[in-house]
């Protein structure tokens, strides 16, 4: 019998099931090889955000509220050991794959990652030209004594601690230095194909430096040199109290980024138990926070090394997104839309024709306004450029940046300012809810009256991103779209009341409401005797009353088929409890990232997109639009493009079981990947 606290599965280790599902793209070999390693990498990009941010909040909550119980009926501290032991497991896991999968397979290739041992005397001297050229007027070892404390490391810097013996020339003999390696180094050096016999041979900068470290360190003796790198606590805090503005308060936080609290230490599985102990003193840590690696403390950088391999059959096949028919007939894209709304699905279908909008926009003499929400965009779009270039242009141009959008937050204060010096009305949204909802809107002079162009999306203004993650896109000159969405621009740029919308549901007011009214509906269906059947494609599931909104339903009869790429703190197939629920993984070539909701409602078919996924944080402390999906002909393709082909995937798809684990889903006859059909039917 489940007791209340066990209907809900524990965030943090879904987060590593996650990754888990990640690692085993980097050991399928159905995969390019080049491909494989990318997601050997993103493993460690996610552990770095996983540290800073969910552990960091871990062990700072231990602190303040060590009897805090958290959803799964947890502690902090009991949560904490099961991540560390989990987390501990994953990372030894990932380093098997790169050391006994990865690396052989690519020397098998002719791609070489050459020891120290192997180097001939033509490379060493090739080597040691490098780093007198290229390194050592950049490396500065501090040698640690009481004139010399322990430095302040970056987060997530990469370092080397040297143990010495002898004296210097001023007579010290503290016995251990520090170097750190500067972010401006690669991590990864190519050598000249001549040295390597026309192979791609490449060495770690942590080779080079262990290698030559001794020239640092003039008539001493060099006993050991060690590599290491700590993850801090990266999350900011900005008070509202006292607070006059948001931009210069959380410029001065992000210079505290780098030196936040400990959270973990990795070495390199050569480091002695003593050194390591130093080390976990410097930083307040426990052995249990200390990550032994046998290779690189830092994987994340080898995400460099396919742009440096020239072997296309050792990646994914290039594509050409194709654009909406609409569009191909070389019309106005004003004309275009006023003809119908167009619905994107990137990275299938291009984002070109959210770029196109604001291009056109920006010089478009019968455009007066633009409108924009802002939450990642990158350091360098030319969607920013566009709005700034339309301010320039003398159009009314309003941005609300999201200055929150966390390790965004840099690139948002410095777009903001580029803006503001254009001319263009920049604010920060509302304090305390991130603004999170996509929506663009042009207004356009036509025959003597304003009409409204509206695009709202599931993922962000980022040309980058859209082709790496699945999105939808909905473009349309809808008047009731138009008015909901400027109706929530003055909510972000004024002050007043919530006034009721006529399509939209909104974060943090109606769309938890209408989440939980459309459950209800399928329950009351199916309680009548009706079809009743809910299916739900997000990244994320974990808020509670949903979810137990969700057990309700199963067990009401109601069938729910969800599509969860990430964490899901629901429990499906439990006999009286959610039999009736499904929850499937879907993890590719593409990073799945759209949120679709289709609820049956005595076959009239409600369907939605949105840009939130089912989280307290999206419900009740963001900014959120929901969009419903009217055009019976954009449902249809939606349903199809959306929902089914997920569902009937058997290449891509994680099967989640009642106990929170995942299995690998095996084709029966004839293989059926969602992401692989929609290449073939959209792309060139």
Not at 169 to 176: D, H, N, P
Request: glycine residues 6%.
């Amino acid at each position: 019998m489940l007791q209340p606290h066990d209907l809900l599965l524990n965030r943090e280790l879904g987060l590593l099931e996650f990754n888990r599902r990640v690692l085993a793209q980097a050991e399928d070999e159905s995969l390019p090889l080049l491909e494989r390693l990318k997601f050997l990498c993103i493993v460690s990009s996610n552990l770095d955000e996983f540290f800073e941010v969910r552990v960091a909040w871990l062990k700072e909550t231990d602190q303040l509220t060590p009897t805090r119980i958290l959803p799964d009926g947890a502690t902090p501290k009991q949560t904490l050991d099961k991540v560390t032991r989990a987390a501990h497991e994953l990372v030894r896991a990932q380093y098997g794959v790169l050391r006994e999968v990865l690396l052989p397979a690519l020397r098998e290739e002719g791609i070489v990652f050459l020891r120290r041992s192997e180097w001939t005397p033509e490379q060493r001297e090739w080597i040691r030209g490098y780093f007198f050229r290229e390194l050592m007027p950049v490396l500065t070892p501090i040698g640690l004594d009481p004139s010399h404390p322990f430095p302040k490391l970056l987060n997530k810097s990469l370092n080397f601690a040297v143990e010495l013996e002898g004296r210097d020339a001023f007579g010290r003999q503290s016995g251990i230095a520090i170097v750190q390696a500067p972010r401006i180094l690669p991590r990864v050096i190519k050598l000249p194909s001549e040295l390597v016999g026309g192979q791609h041979g490449f060495v770690f900068l942590s080779s080079i430096l262990h290698s030559h470290v001794h020239e640092l360190f003039l008539g001493m003796t060099v006993k050991g040199c060690y590599q290491f790198r700590v993850t801090r606590n990266s999350e900011l805090t900005v008070e509202e109290e006292d607070l006059k503005n948001l931009r210069t308060a959380l410029q001065g936080e992000l210079r505290h980024r780098q030196f936040g609290e400990a959270v973990r230490l990795e070495v390199a599985d050569t480091c002695p138990a003593h050194m390591e102990d130093f080390l976990l003193t410097q930083f307040n840590l426990s052995r249990d926070e200390l990550f032994r690696v046998d290779g690189p403390v830092n994987l994340v950088r080898l995400m460099q090394v396919p742009d440096l391999v020239d072997r296309p059959e050792l990646k994914f096949l290039p594509f050409q997104p194709t654009q909406p028919p609409q569009l191909e007939k070389k019309i106005n894209l004003f004309e275009a839309l006023r003809q119908g709304d167009l619905l994107l699905h990137h990275p299938y279908q291009s984002f070109q024709p959210v770029i196109d909008l604001l291009h056109l926009a920006a010089t478009d003499p019968h455009v007066v306004a633009i409108k924009m929400t802002v939450y990642r965009t990158g350091t360098d779009s030319v969607l920013m450029d566009a709005l700034v270039d339309a301010a320039r242009a003398g159009k009314q141009v309003t941005v609300v940046v999201e200055l929150m959008a966390r390790f965004d937050e840099e690139a948002n204060i410095s777009w903001a300012s580029q803006l503001e010096d254009a001319g263009a009305h920049v604010v920060y949204g509302v304090f305390g809810y991130k603004v999170h909802a996509k929506m663009l809107m042009v207004v356009r002079r036509e025959e003597g009256q304003l009409r409204r162009y509206v695009h709202l999306g599931t993922g962000n203004y980022h040309p980058r991103t859209a082709r790496l993650y699945t999105d939808f896109g909905l473009m349309t000159c809808n008047e009731e779209l138009a008015n909901d969405v400027n109706d929530i621009f003055i909510q972000l740029t004024g002050l007043g009341r919530a006034g009721k919308l006529n399509l939209l549901s909104q974060s943090p007011f109606t769309l938890h409401g209408m989440v939980m009214d459309s459950i209800e509906r399928e329950i009351e269906h199916a309680q009548a005797g009706r079809p009743a059947q809910i299916i739900a494609k997000m990244n994320a599931l974990l808020e509670p009353q949903v979810i137990q909104a969700l057990y309700r339903a199963s067990q009401a009869g109601v069938k729910i088929q969800l599509i969860v790429r990430g964490v899901c703190a629901l429990r499906p197939g439990v006999a009286g409890l959610s039999e009736h629920i499904t929850v499937r993984s879907i993890v590719g070539r593409f990073l799945e990232h759209t949120r679709v909701f289709y609820f049956l409602n005595d076959k009239k078919e409600d369907l939605y997109i949105a840009s939130a996924d089912w989280m307290g944080r999206n419900f009740f402390r963001r900014i959120e639009t929901c969009t419903p999906i009217r055009d019976p002909k954009l449902k249809r393709r939606m349903i199809k493009e959306g929902l089914r082909l997920y569902l009937d995937d058997n290449v891509n798809a994680w099967e989640m079981q009642a106990d929170g684990s995942y299995r690998r889903r095996t084709s029966r006859g004839r293989e059926r990947s969602a992401q692989e059909t929609l290449l073939a039917e959209y792309t060139h």
